[in-house]
């Protein structure tokens, strides 16, 4: 591939050398007295500083269009006008006082304070005085993990996440697999990848692993790839590759274009690296990245176009050889995100389901994220990222030749990384192998496959996101209902939907091998709440509510700030 592969060639390094101090003044003095005066000089600058300024502005409402980039401009000023009101004092302090309040209720229902007669009934702030003997600690953990039941110390139930109302979180590959791998990590607990001589087994099941998703995602030969801890690292790494490609041809201010559809990892990633994030709009009525809008957004400081097969939120697949067509015409890096595809999209043609373009075959796709933790049933913390070539591989690494503690070379964010890990998830795929993959994918897409008609069909207050192909189906209202009150309903019926911030606003399900035996109780209940949420006018539940308030302009900023306390409160330990 002529995209990734050959770093550009130098200039005589001359001609670019950073000149000394002395010839830097000695060159100022020059052109001063060549008759420049400084206020030219001001002017020059003035100029310089106008120019860049009205290129980006342009560069904007070239992305975005006129009436959205006035719509964004209204957005980021009214949202600045009510962060200066939230200054004074009186609003400062009502608002500090309803955040604590709704924060002291998130830690009452976060902060879990297991019922007295427990052997972890008493909390530990810290170490126990003396260790604590085998049998305790087991004992312990198995009380901890029936918390995961939601009842008392005394009463049995099965782990909430067994009863598959749950939208994806869950990938379970079945439990005899579940043993085999909890044996590949009792084996390999103690390895360390960073260490390949002391570990040869991992370093022989970690290039294994890569070599098996490289051959299912179609590479060509020259291909290559690393694992990571996950789909957002994955993407992190391909963000970073892709803008230490541009720097290498001299982009100093690399952009990268996605959808609003596509996975919050690449703001992360826009964000973690100082690369510039443009997000184009989807298609009304297919959902997938409008290409019109991207070629508009494309400028000469773009690196990276971003497909997803298919996304989080609405379970499509972007038209990823329009996308990946641009990309190479331009001779720019394309991203697959396949992190949710993972092991699913390789396998709908053997399934016998419907399939679109995806993979390496696809001329101009330059890297792509496979989640081995999703629905390749790998223990979480697994995820393998693909290069079209070595090369563009190197622009992932991270080496440091002169570090006082030696050489220190890694592939990825990680410096000692879990072997365990890599371990279990050789197994998981060995496991399954071809034929088991084809299998889970045909159960899986065919319960959603069900699930969809049955709301095409059946409910006509609903109506479905696009032609999904892959396990999500998303869905919003077709006018009559609160779709976020619909989904709150579900809930009450035992149900963790997702609620998507979407346009229409929309509510998700991903389904998972959990969800298949439970297919119909869904689409009954979906029918009931459908029903509850037309007739009763009820308070808003807590899907509505955060959602609603979302859509306000004051709404971000309280949400980002709930949002942060809500993590703050995951660490605080119950008295
Ligand atoms: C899950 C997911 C990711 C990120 O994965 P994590 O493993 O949660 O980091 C990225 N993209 C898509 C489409 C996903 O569904």
Known sequence: ???????????????????????????????????????????????????????????????????????????????????????????????????????????????????????????????????????????????????????????????????????????????????????????????????????????????????????????????????????????????????????????????????????????????????????VEVDRVSRKIRLEQVRRAMNGNTVLLVGSAPSFGEGIIDDIPGLAALAKRAGILCHVDCCLGSFLVPFLERAGQPSEPFDFRVDGVTSISCDTHKYGFAPKGSSVIMYRSKELRRFQYYVQPDWTGGVYASPSIAGSRPGALIAGTWAALMTMGDDGYTQSCAGIVGAARQIESAIRNEIPQLMVLGKPLVSVVAFASAGKVNIYEVGDHMSKKGWHLNGLATEPPAIHIACTRLTIPVVDDFISDLKASVKEARTRAAQPGAMAQLYGLGQTSIGPGLVGEMAARYIDALTTVAD
């Open 1 to 279: 591939m002529s995209t990734g592969a050959a770093i550009p060639k130098t200039r005589p390094s001359g001609s670019y050398a950073p000149a000394s101090l002395a010839q830097r003044s000695s060159l100022l003095a020059a052109v001063l007295s060549q008759g420049l005066s400084i206020n030219t000089l001001r002017h020059v600058v003035f100029v310089y500083f106008v120019h860049s300024h009205l290129l980006r502005a342009w560069r904007h409402v070239r992305a975005y269009g006129v009436t959205p980039s006035i719509y964004r401009l209204y957005l980021t000023l009214s949202r600045a006008v009510i962060a200066l009101m939230l200054r004074i004092p009186a609003l400062k302090r009502k608002v500090k006082t309803e955040l604590d309040a709704a924060q002291a209720g998130i830690e009452a229902k976060l902060v879990v304070r297991p019922p007295p007669g427990l052997r972890v009934s008493e909390t530990n702030h810290a170490l126990p005085q003396h260790g604590k003997d085998r049998d305790w600690v087991i004992g312990a953990l198995q009380e901890l993990q029936r918390l995961e039941t939601g009842k008392g110390a005394e009463e049995d139930g099965e782990q909430v996440w067994r009863s598959g109302r749950i939208s994806g979180a869950v990938y379970h590959g079945g439990d005899e697999m579940s043993e085999v791998i909890t044996q590949a990590i009792g084996r390999f607990i103690l390895t360390n990848p960073l260490h390949p001589d002391v570990f040869p087994g991992v370093r022989r099941m970690e290039s294994e692993v890569i070599s098996m998703v490289l051959r299912m995602y179609n590479a060509p030969p020259t291909a290559a790839g690393t694992t990571t801890s996950g789909g957002t690292e994955s993407i992190l790494m391909a963000c970073k590759a892709a803008r230490d490609w541009g720097n290498a041809r001299r982009i100093k201010r690399p952009e990268l274009i996605c959808s609003r559809s596509a996975h919050a990892a690449f703001h992360k990633a826009a964000d973690y690296f100082g690369v510039k994030l443009i997000e």
